[in-house]
Protein backbone atom coordinates (compact mmCIF):
# COMPACT_ATOMS: atom_id res chain seq x y z
CA UNK A 1 0.00 0.00 0.00
CA UNK A 2 1.68 2.97 -1.13
CA UNK A 3 0.92 6.53 -0.02
CA UNK A 4 2.00 10.53 -0.53
CA UNK A 5 1.59 13.11 1.90
CA UNK A 6 2.76 16.72 1.19
CA UNK A 7 4.08 19.18 3.78
CA UNK A 8 3.85 22.60 2.96
CA UNK A 9 5.86 23.11 -0.28
CA UNK A 10 7.54 19.88 0.21
CA UNK A 11 7.30 16.42 -1.26
CA UNK A 12 7.67 13.18 0.95
CA UNK A 13 7.26 9.90 -0.63
CA UNK A 14 6.11 7.32 1.63
CA UNK A 15 6.23 3.58 1.59
CA UNK A 16 3.97 1.55 4.17
CA UNK A 17 3.96 -2.32 3.39
CA UNK A 18 6.21 -4.79 4.92
CA UNK A 19 8.22 -1.49 6.35
CA UNK A 20 6.20 -1.80 9.67
CA UNK A 21 8.54 -3.10 12.10
CA UNK A 22 11.76 -3.61 9.82
CA UNK A 23 15.42 -2.67 11.55
CA UNK A 24 16.62 0.80 10.89
CA UNK A 25 19.63 1.48 9.35
CA UNK A 26 21.66 4.54 10.03
CA UNK A 27 21.25 5.98 6.34
CA UNK A 28 17.89 5.76 6.34
CA UNK A 29 15.56 8.32 7.30
CA UNK A 30 12.32 7.33 8.86
CA UNK A 31 9.10 9.26 9.19
CA UNK A 32 6.30 8.75 12.22
CA UNK A 33 2.98 9.94 13.64
CA UNK A 34 3.72 10.60 17.34
CA UNK A 35 1.44 10.32 20.63
CA UNK A 36 1.04 13.90 19.90
CA UNK A 37 -0.49 13.04 16.63
CA UNK A 38 1.75 15.09 14.25
CA UNK A 39 4.19 13.61 11.69
CA UNK A 40 8.04 13.83 12.75
CA UNK A 41 11.14 12.54 11.27
CA UNK A 42 14.37 10.69 12.59
CA UNK A 43 16.82 8.22 12.45
CA UNK A 44 15.87 6.79 15.29
CA UNK A 45 12.29 6.77 15.94
CA UNK A 46 10.84 5.27 19.31
CA UNK A 47 10.23 1.52 19.41
CA UNK A 48 6.83 1.25 19.59
CA UNK A 49 6.47 4.42 16.82
CA UNK A 50 4.60 3.47 13.39
CA UNK A 51 7.15 3.75 10.84
CA UNK A 52 7.47 4.41 7.46
CA UNK A 53 11.43 4.64 5.22
CA UNK A 54 11.30 7.70 3.70
CA UNK A 55 12.63 7.76 -0.30
CA UNK A 56 13.03 11.53 -0.72
CA UNK A 57 13.21 14.25 2.09
CA UNK A 58 13.79 18.44 0.55
CA UNK A 59 14.79 21.51 2.57
CA UNK A 60 11.43 21.17 4.60
CA UNK A 61 11.51 22.85 7.50
CA UNK A 62 10.42 20.12 9.93
CA UNK A 63 11.21 21.64 13.21
CA UNK A 64 7.06 22.93 14.17
CA UNK A 65 7.18 26.84 15.27
CA UNK A 66 4.43 27.62 18.09
CA UNK A 67 2.51 30.73 17.52
CA UNK A 68 2.25 31.41 21.17
CA UNK A 69 0.70 34.51 22.20
CA UNK A 70 1.70 36.70 25.15
CA UNK A 71 0.60 35.63 28.99
CA UNK A 72 -3.01 37.06 29.76
CA UNK A 73 -4.40 37.41 33.15
CA UNK A 74 -6.84 35.06 33.97
CA UNK A 75 -10.05 36.57 36.19
CA UNK A 76 -10.57 34.36 38.64
CA UNK A 77 -13.94 33.56 39.86
CA UNK A 78 -14.86 33.41 43.60
CA UNK A 79 -13.66 29.81 44.60
CA UNK A 80 -10.19 29.80 42.48
CA UNK A 81 -9.70 33.74 43.85
CA UNK A 82 -9.75 32.52 47.32
CA UNK A 83 -6.93 29.78 47.08
CA UNK A 84 -4.80 32.17 44.70
CA UNK A 85 -5.20 34.85 47.62
CA UNK A 86 -4.37 31.99 49.70
CA UNK A 87 -1.30 31.76 48.41
CA UNK A 88 -0.13 34.94 46.93
CA UNK A 89 -0.44 33.78 43.34
CA UNK A 90 -1.63 34.95 40.13
CA UNK A 91 -3.31 33.11 36.82
CA UNK A 92 -2.55 33.38 33.22
CA UNK A 93 -3.37 31.75 29.98
CA UNK A 94 -1.34 31.46 27.19
CA UNK A 95 -2.66 30.51 23.70
CA UNK A 96 -0.96 28.10 21.16
CA UNK A 97 -3.29 28.44 18.08
CA UNK A 98 -6.18 27.90 19.56
CA UNK A 99 -4.91 25.32 22.19
CA UNK A 100 -5.23 27.32 25.95
CA UNK A 101 -2.34 26.45 27.92
CA UNK A 102 -2.79 27.86 31.72
CA UNK A 103 -0.68 28.15 35.13
CA UNK A 104 -0.15 30.00 38.21
CA UNK A 105 2.47 31.59 39.35
CA UNK A 106 4.00 33.07 42.77
CA UNK A 107 6.32 36.25 42.98
CA UNK A 108 8.36 37.06 45.91
CA UNK A 109 8.16 40.82 46.13
CA UNK A 110 11.62 41.32 45.94
CA UNK A 111 12.87 43.50 42.93
CA UNK A 112 16.58 44.01 44.04
CA UNK A 113 17.34 40.35 43.18
CA UNK A 114 17.46 37.11 40.70
CA UNK A 115 15.89 33.88 42.30
CA UNK A 116 15.25 30.97 41.11
CA UNK A 117 11.87 29.44 39.67
CA UNK A 118 10.59 25.78 40.52
CA UNK A 119 8.49 24.60 37.87
CA UNK A 120 5.47 22.24 38.61
CA UNK A 121 3.20 19.76 36.60
CA UNK A 122 0.49 17.90 38.19
CA UNK A 123 -1.45 14.75 37.80
CA UNK A 124 -3.53 14.21 35.23
CA UNK A 125 -6.37 15.12 37.18
CA UNK A 126 -5.47 18.45 38.02
CA UNK A 127 -4.88 19.94 34.38
CA UNK A 128 -7.56 21.89 32.37
CA UNK A 129 -8.56 25.11 32.49
CA UNK A 130 -10.52 24.40 35.83
CA UNK A 131 -7.68 25.80 37.99
CA UNK A 132 -9.09 24.87 41.26
CA UNK A 133 -8.34 21.14 40.03
CA UNK A 134 -4.81 22.57 41.01
CA UNK A 135 -5.52 22.59 44.58
CA UNK A 136 -6.49 18.99 44.86
CA UNK A 137 -2.77 17.80 45.50
CA UNK A 138 -1.80 20.95 47.29
CA UNK A 139 1.40 19.89 48.97
CA UNK A 140 3.62 21.31 46.80
CA UNK A 141 2.13 24.65 47.06
CA UNK A 142 1.61 24.51 51.21
CA UNK A 143 5.22 23.21 51.20
CA UNK A 144 7.30 25.60 48.61
CA UNK A 145 5.05 28.93 49.85
CA UNK A 146 5.13 28.67 53.61
CA UNK A 147 7.22 31.26 55.20
CA UNK A 148 9.83 29.44 56.38
CA UNK A 149 10.30 28.03 52.98
CA UNK A 150 10.47 31.13 51.18
CA UNK A 151 13.06 32.33 54.20
CA UNK A 152 15.74 29.47 53.48
CA UNK A 153 14.98 29.11 49.63
CA UNK A 154 13.33 32.23 48.17
CA UNK A 155 12.00 31.08 44.77
CA UNK A 156 9.35 31.47 42.51
CA UNK A 157 6.59 28.56 41.72
CA UNK A 158 4.78 27.69 38.36
CA UNK A 159 2.66 25.60 38.55
CA UNK A 160 1.62 24.54 34.89
CA UNK A 161 -1.83 23.30 33.91
CA UNK A 162 -2.03 21.39 30.28
CA UNK A 163 -5.01 21.24 28.16
CA UNK A 164 -7.37 18.20 29.67
CA UNK A 165 -7.21 16.69 26.52
CA UNK A 166 -4.05 15.96 26.52
CA UNK A 167 -3.14 12.50 28.18
CA UNK A 168 0.58 12.00 28.07
CA UNK A 169 4.36 14.01 27.45
CA UNK A 170 5.66 10.81 25.90
CA UNK A 171 5.93 10.02 21.63
CA UNK A 172 9.20 12.39 21.59
CA UNK A 173 12.26 11.06 19.49
CA UNK A 174 15.32 11.51 22.02
CA UNK A 175 16.87 14.94 21.01
CA UNK A 176 13.78 16.51 19.83
CA UNK A 177 10.65 17.92 21.73
CA UNK A 178 7.17 16.73 20.87
CA UNK A 179 4.57 19.50 20.96
CA UNK A 180 3.43 19.05 24.69
CA UNK A 181 6.86 18.94 25.70
CA UNK A 182 7.75 21.96 23.60
CA UNK A 183 4.54 24.25 24.70
CA UNK A 184 5.85 23.65 28.16
CA UNK A 185 9.12 24.79 28.27
CA UNK A 186 7.65 27.65 26.14
CA UNK A 187 4.99 28.74 28.94
CA UNK A 188 8.50 28.29 31.17
CA UNK A 189 10.21 30.89 29.63
CA UNK A 190 7.42 33.59 29.03
CA UNK A 191 7.02 32.88 32.65
CA UNK A 192 10.25 33.61 33.73
CA UNK A 193 10.24 37.11 31.59
CA UNK A 194 7.31 38.94 33.48
CA UNK A 195 7.80 42.37 34.48
CA UNK A 196 6.88 44.00 37.77
CA UNK A 197 7.84 45.07 41.00
CA UNK A 198 8.31 41.42 41.83
CA UNK A 199 11.51 39.36 41.88
CA UNK A 200 13.45 38.45 38.27
CA UNK A 201 14.02 34.83 37.81
CA UNK A 202 17.59 33.54 37.55
CA UNK A 203 17.57 30.97 34.12
CA UNK A 204 20.60 29.77 35.23
CA UNK A 205 18.18 27.83 38.34
CA UNK A 206 15.39 26.89 36.17
CA UNK A 207 14.10 23.61 38.59
CA UNK A 208 11.35 21.11 37.34
CA UNK A 209 8.76 19.02 39.26
CA UNK A 210 5.96 16.84 38.76
CA UNK A 211 4.06 13.98 39.89
CA UNK A 212 2.57 10.75 38.02
CA UNK A 213 1.84 12.49 34.67
CA UNK A 214 3.51 15.67 35.62
CA UNK A 215 6.46 13.75 36.76
CA UNK A 216 6.51 11.97 33.70
CA UNK A 217 6.43 15.46 31.63
CA UNK A 218 8.96 17.14 33.99
CA UNK A 219 11.61 14.68 33.07
CA UNK A 220 11.03 14.49 29.73
CA UNK A 221 10.40 18.32 28.72
CA UNK A 222 14.36 18.38 30.52
CA UNK A 223 15.63 15.85 28.86
CA UNK A 224 14.32 17.51 25.70
CA UNK A 225 16.15 20.65 26.74
CA UNK A 226 19.46 20.14 28.09
CA UNK A 227 21.06 22.47 29.79
CA UNK A 228 17.71 24.55 30.74
CA UNK A 229 16.96 23.24 33.87
CA UNK A 230 19.67 23.05 36.65
CA UNK A 231 18.05 19.96 38.59
CA UNK A 232 14.47 17.97 37.73
CA UNK A 233 12.74 16.31 40.52
CA UNK A 234 10.43 13.51 39.02
CA UNK A 235 7.82 11.83 41.76
CA UNK A 236 5.99 8.51 41.11
CA UNK A 237 7.24 8.87 37.26
CA UNK A 238 7.36 6.57 34.37
CA UNK A 239 10.58 7.69 32.77
CA UNK A 240 12.20 7.92 29.11
CA UNK A 241 14.90 5.08 27.54
CA UNK A 242 18.90 6.35 28.35
CA UNK A 243 18.69 7.31 24.16
CA UNK A 244 17.11 10.36 25.64
CA UNK A 245 20.09 11.41 27.90
CA UNK A 246 22.20 14.33 26.65
CA UNK A 247 26.04 13.20 26.80
CA UNK A 248 27.19 17.40 27.19
CA UNK A 249 24.50 18.14 29.59
CA UNK A 250 23.59 14.62 31.35
CA UNK A 251 21.63 16.52 33.76
CA UNK A 252 20.85 16.36 37.71
CA UNK A 253 17.85 14.26 38.42
CA UNK A 254 16.47 12.83 42.13
CA UNK A 255 13.59 10.56 41.27
CA UNK A 256 11.36 9.56 44.07
CA UNK A 257 8.51 6.29 44.35
CA UNK A 258 6.83 4.40 46.51
CA UNK A 259 7.98 0.41 47.08
CA UNK A 260 4.55 -0.90 46.61
CA UNK A 261 3.82 1.23 43.62
CA UNK A 262 2.52 -1.02 40.54
CA UNK A 263 3.52 1.50 37.84
CA UNK A 264 6.83 3.72 38.75
CA UNK A 265 8.60 0.53 41.05
CA UNK A 266 6.81 -2.21 38.48
CA UNK A 267 8.48 -3.05 35.25
CA UNK A 268 9.71 0.52 34.46
CA UNK A 269 11.83 0.56 37.36
CA UNK A 270 14.20 -1.07 35.11
CA UNK A 271 14.73 2.33 33.10
CA UNK A 272 15.19 4.55 36.02
CA UNK A 273 17.55 2.21 37.23
CA UNK A 274 19.26 2.52 33.54
CA UNK A 275 19.19 6.03 33.24
CA UNK A 276 21.08 6.96 36.81
CA UNK A 277 23.88 4.79 35.54
CA UNK A 278 23.92 6.77 32.50
CA UNK A 279 23.36 10.00 33.85
CA UNK A 280 26.15 9.49 36.60
CA UNK A 281 28.80 8.12 34.11
CA UNK A 282 28.60 11.04 31.82
CA UNK A 283 29.25 13.38 34.84
CA UNK A 284 25.60 14.17 35.79
CA UNK A 285 24.16 13.59 39.13
CA UNK A 286 21.05 10.95 39.15
CA UNK A 287 19.21 10.03 42.22
CA UNK A 288 16.82 7.19 43.58
CA UNK A 289 14.78 7.19 46.66
CA UNK A 290 11.60 4.34 47.67
CA UNK A 291 9.76 4.79 50.30
CA UNK A 292 10.17 1.14 51.71
CA UNK A 293 7.12 -0.70 52.66
CA UNK A 294 4.57 1.97 51.09
CA UNK A 295 1.89 1.16 48.88
CA UNK A 296 -0.23 3.22 46.62
CA UNK A 297 1.05 6.12 43.61
CA UNK A 298 1.44 8.80 46.04
CA UNK A 299 4.95 9.59 47.00
CA UNK A 300 4.83 12.78 46.54
CA UNK A 301 2.69 14.18 49.92
CA UNK A 302 6.14 12.85 51.06
CA UNK A 303 8.92 14.05 48.82
CA UNK A 304 8.33 17.65 48.60
CA UNK A 305 8.23 17.27 52.69
CA UNK A 306 11.97 16.31 52.21
CA UNK A 307 14.64 18.88 53.45
CA UNK A 308 17.25 17.03 52.21
CA UNK A 309 16.02 16.68 48.80
CA UNK A 310 14.86 20.42 48.41
CA UNK A 311 18.54 21.55 49.74
CA UNK A 312 19.93 19.00 46.79
CA UNK A 313 17.96 20.75 44.38
CA UNK A 314 18.78 24.53 45.31
CA UNK A 315 22.71 23.44 45.11
CA UNK A 316 22.22 22.80 41.37
CA UNK A 317 22.70 25.65 38.84
CA UNK A 318 23.68 25.48 35.05
CA UNK A 319 27.31 26.50 34.35
CA UNK A 320 28.34 29.87 34.80
CA UNK A 321 30.18 30.25 31.35
CA UNK A 322 30.98 34.34 30.89
CA UNK A 323 31.60 35.01 34.67
CA UNK A 324 34.55 35.59 36.32
CA UNK A 325 36.32 33.37 38.53
CA UNK A 326 35.80 35.33 41.73
CA UNK A 327 31.92 35.55 40.69
CA UNK A 328 31.75 32.15 40.33
CA UNK A 329 33.22 31.46 43.32
CA UNK A 330 31.33 33.85 45.48
CA UNK A 331 27.50 32.68 44.25
CA UNK A 332 28.91 29.08 44.54
CA UNK A 333 26.56 27.27 46.73
CA UNK A 334 27.74 24.07 48.79
CA UNK A 335 27.05 20.84 47.21
CA UNK A 336 25.71 17.76 48.09
CA UNK A 337 28.36 14.98 47.45
CA UNK A 338 26.14 11.46 45.87
CA UNK A 339 26.39 8.73 48.25
CA UNK A 340 24.54 5.76 46.05
CA UNK A 341 27.48 3.97 45.39
CA UNK A 342 28.83 3.91 49.04
CA UNK A 343 29.18 1.09 50.94
CA UNK A 344 27.26 0.65 54.43
CA UNK A 345 28.28 -1.55 57.31
CA UNK A 346 27.42 -2.39 60.99
CA UNK A 347 28.80 -4.67 63.18
CA UNK A 348 25.13 -5.06 64.77
CA UNK A 349 22.83 -6.30 62.46
CA UNK A 350 19.75 -4.46 60.77
CA UNK A 351 16.67 -5.16 62.73
CA UNK A 352 14.59 -5.64 59.48
CA UNK A 353 15.16 -5.33 55.82
CA UNK A 354 13.30 -2.12 55.54
CA UNK A 355 15.44 -0.46 58.09
CA UNK A 356 18.95 -1.62 56.80
CA UNK A 357 22.43 -0.03 57.08
CA UNK A 358 21.75 1.77 53.75
CA UNK A 359 18.72 3.88 54.90
CA UNK A 360 20.73 6.85 56.21
CA UNK A 361 22.40 7.35 52.54
CA UNK A 362 18.83 7.86 50.75
CA UNK A 363 17.66 11.64 51.55
CA UNK A 364 14.72 10.68 53.21
CA UNK A 365 13.23 11.65 56.53
CA UNK A 366 11.11 8.64 56.88
CA UNK A 367 13.73 6.20 56.50
CA UNK A 368 16.32 5.28 59.05
CA UNK A 369 18.71 2.22 60.17
CA UNK A 370 17.46 0.53 63.00
CA UNK A 371 20.15 -1.51 64.87
CA UNK A 372 18.87 -4.91 66.51
CA UNK A 373 20.76 -4.85 69.21
CA UNK A 374 22.02 -1.70 71.36
CA UNK A 375 25.58 -0.55 70.32
CA UNK A 376 28.78 -2.10 72.92
CA UNK A 377 31.86 0.65 72.95
CA UNK A 378 33.65 -1.40 70.06
CA UNK A 379 30.54 -1.55 67.62
CA UNK A 380 30.25 1.18 64.86
CA UNK A 381 28.17 1.81 61.87
CA UNK A 382 30.22 2.93 59.16
CA UNK A 383 30.33 4.03 55.55
CA UNK A 384 32.69 3.50 52.70
CA UNK A 385 32.71 6.35 49.95
CA UNK A 386 34.23 5.48 46.59
CA UNK A 387 36.39 8.79 46.37
CA UNK A 388 37.57 10.69 49.44
CA UNK A 389 36.02 14.22 50.01
CA UNK A 390 36.44 16.99 52.59
CA UNK A 391 33.39 19.26 53.55
CA UNK A 392 30.83 19.83 56.07
CA UNK A 393 29.10 16.58 57.53
CA UNK A 394 25.62 16.21 59.13
CA UNK A 395 24.06 13.01 60.76
CA UNK A 396 20.62 12.68 61.68
CA UNK A 397 19.76 10.24 64.41
CA UNK A 398 16.09 9.73 65.41
CA UNK A 399 12.97 8.85 63.82
CA UNK A 400 10.09 11.07 62.64
CA UNK A 401 8.38 11.70 66.08
CA UNK A 402 11.90 12.70 67.79
CA UNK A 403 12.62 9.62 69.84
CA UNK A 404 15.62 7.35 70.10
CA UNK A 405 17.77 9.73 69.41
CA UNK A 406 21.80 9.02 69.95
CA UNK A 407 22.74 11.74 72.60
CA UNK A 408 26.55 10.20 73.36
CA UNK A 409 28.08 9.47 70.57
CA UNK A 410 31.09 10.23 68.09
CA UNK A 411 32.06 10.01 64.55
CA UNK A 412 35.61 9.28 63.40
CA UNK A 413 36.68 9.90 59.82
CA UNK A 414 39.55 8.06 58.04
CA UNK A 415 41.45 7.83 54.92
CA UNK A 416 43.22 4.20 55.13
CA UNK A 417 41.00 2.66 57.39
CA UNK A 418 43.72 2.00 59.56
CA UNK A 419 44.37 5.13 60.86
CA UNK A 420 41.12 7.00 62.87
CA UNK A 421 40.35 10.86 63.92
CA UNK A 422 37.38 12.03 66.28
CA UNK A 423 35.40 14.27 63.24
CA UNK A 424 32.44 15.22 65.92
CA UNK A 425 29.97 14.54 68.40
CA UNK A 426 26.28 14.38 68.96
CA UNK A 427 24.12 16.86 70.44
CA UNK A 428 22.57 15.58 73.67
CA UNK A 429 19.26 17.86 72.78
CA UNK A 430 19.43 17.08 69.00
CA UNK A 431 20.79 13.82 68.57
CA UNK A 432 22.39 15.52 65.46
CA UNK A 433 26.37 16.00 64.49
CA UNK A 434 27.50 18.52 62.25
CA UNK A 435 31.28 19.29 61.92
CA UNK A 436 33.63 20.04 59.10
CA UNK A 437 36.54 18.18 57.63
CA UNK A 438 39.18 20.29 55.94
CA UNK A 439 41.31 16.98 55.29
CA UNK A 440 39.73 14.57 53.35
CA UNK A 441 38.31 11.09 54.22
CA UNK A 442 36.53 8.75 52.73
CA UNK A 443 35.60 6.19 55.11
CA UNK A 444 33.01 7.20 57.92
CA UNK A 445 32.18 5.76 61.41
CA UNK A 446 29.38 6.41 64.18
CA UNK A 447 30.20 5.19 67.63
CA UNK A 448 27.74 5.06 70.57
CA UNK A 449 28.77 5.95 74.26
CA UNK A 450 24.91 5.40 75.41
CA UNK A 451 25.06 2.20 76.50
CA UNK A 452 21.50 0.45 76.26
CA UNK A 453 19.56 2.93 74.74
CA UNK A 454 18.10 2.25 71.62
CA UNK A 455 19.12 4.71 68.50
CA UNK A 456 18.22 5.38 64.94
CA UNK A 457 20.52 6.43 62.32
CA UNK A 458 18.21 8.86 60.01
CA UNK A 459 20.48 10.44 57.45
CA UNK A 460 23.97 11.64 56.12
CA UNK A 461 24.81 14.32 54.05
CA UNK A 462 28.44 15.64 52.70
CA UNK A 463 28.79 19.15 51.54
CA UNK A 464 31.52 20.01 49.46
CA UNK A 465 31.67 23.52 48.16
Known amino acids: MNGILSVGCGLLVLIASAAFGQEVTD?????????????????RPGKDAVCFPLFFVDDTNWEE?????????????????????????????????????????????????????????????????????????RRIFDIVLAPEFQKRHPCHLLALSPPASLDSFCGSVAGTANRPQRRANI?????????????????????????????????????????????????????????????????NYWYVCNDGD???????????????????????????????????????????????????????????AGKSRKAVVAERTEESVPLGDAVCSST??????????????????????????????????????????AGRVLIVTGDASGKRLLKSGYVELSGNGRTWRRGGGFSKDSGRSEFWSQSQFRLLRVRSNQGRNPFVIRQLQIFRK
Open 187 to 251: LVHKAAELKGDCAAVDTNRLYITGFSFGGDGAIRVAMAYPGVYAAVLPVAAVVPPVDFVSENHPG
Open 348 to 389: VSAADEVHDEKRPLDGLARTYFEPSAAFARDDWWQVELKEPV
Open 65 to 137: KDAASELKPVKAKAALAGELDRYGMRAFACDFDGETWFCLMYSPKDSSRQLPMIVHIPGIGEIGDDLKKQFNQ
Open 27 to 43: DEWYVFKGADGRVHKAK
Open 262 to 320: GVAKGDAFEAVQELKECVNRLGGDFRVSVYPSTKGHDAWNSAWGEDAIWEWVFSKRLDT
